[in-house]
């Protein structure tokens, strides 16, 4: 199950990091909000391996459950404005 989750947290992911062109305008901030998401994913993911319990679960499950936490507000928040067709922000 929790192999099924990291899934999903890296599709999660992924979609949110493919997403941030077409929902925010210029280079510098698209760079910016993925050198944001890429640091913070990884920086929860590491602290979520190093807190937890890694005898039930293998370290790079609990790496990409933690990483794709970080974008799943972002993710949420990106597909609710493309459902309602917003513009950049």
Known sequence: MTH??????????????????????????IWSARAVLLVGGTVFGLLSVRFANTDEVSAVTLFLIGFGQVHAPAAIMFFLKARRREGLS
């Open 4 to 29: 099924l989750v990291a899934a999903s947290m890296l599709l999660l992911s992924a979609y949110t990091l493919w997403n941030i062109p077409t929902q925010t305008s210029g280079a510098m901030r």
